[in-house]
């Protein structure tokens, strides 16, 4: 693998080519900066843009990790802050949306292994284990054999009618009976006779 570097033998250049950085013009830094990249380039070094892109796909492989694998928040936070570029937020995004495909294959799959398991034992010669699969099979949302239906109507009411369909539901269950004040006239007593005389 590092064949080339061991048979790598440059031209040696004397100290007297090199000039310092201060110097050298802008146009000589430039030719300079140009030389060294095609040099590398010979070398066969990954160029920076391969580079940057393989590491922002394991910042973001390192951030699905995380966050499949239900690590601490920090610990989620802090994968995913490392996430500096549209690139692998994307490639971070494109892997949650795999999983997440994957995993619903994998549930749909399994939901379907549960239902053929419990038809298998619908047929079983013990008479409580085939009522419980039948239950069992009558729960399934397609079947909705035991599912309770309930409907709700939307009555137009005013708001003293529903006030007092309150008050009725209320004095039901509490045993509250409503009190009326009434007004009672005193009535004069008669006089009684004097038994003296």
């Not at 570029?85 to 994998?106: C, I, S």
Request: hydrophobic share 40%.
């Amino acid at each position: 693998m590092l064949d080339h570097l061991v048979q790598f033998s440059p031209e040696v250049t004397a100290s007297g080519d090199f000039k310092p950085l201060e110097k050298a013009g802008a146009d000589e830094v430039l030719s300079a900066q140009v030389a060294t990249a095609d040099w590398l380039e010979e070398l066969g070094v990954q160029s920076d843009d391969d580079i940057v892109d393989h590491l922002e796909k394991s910042h973001a492989r390192e951030a699905f990790h995380s966050a499949v694998t239900a690590q601490p928040e920090a610990d989620q936070k802090s994968k995913l802050a490392q996430l500096k570029t549209p690139v692998a937020v994307r490639h971070l995004t494109g892997m949650l949306t795999a999983y997440d495909w994957e995993f619903v294959e994998q549930a749909k799959e399994l939901r379907g292994y549960a239902v053929a398991k419990i038809l298998e034992e619908v047929e079983n010669p013990n008479a409580n284990i085939r009522l419980k699969a039948l239950g069992l099979l009558g729960k399934i949302t397609e079947v909705g054999l035991f599912t309770e239906k309930i409907e709700v109507k939307q009555i137009e009411s005013t708001d003293a009618e529903i006030e007092q369909r309150i008050k009725e539901k209320l004095n039901r269950f509490m045993g509250v009976v409503d009190v009326i004040e009434v007004e009672t006239e005193e009535l004069d007593e008669p006089e009684k006779p004097d038994d003296a005389d």
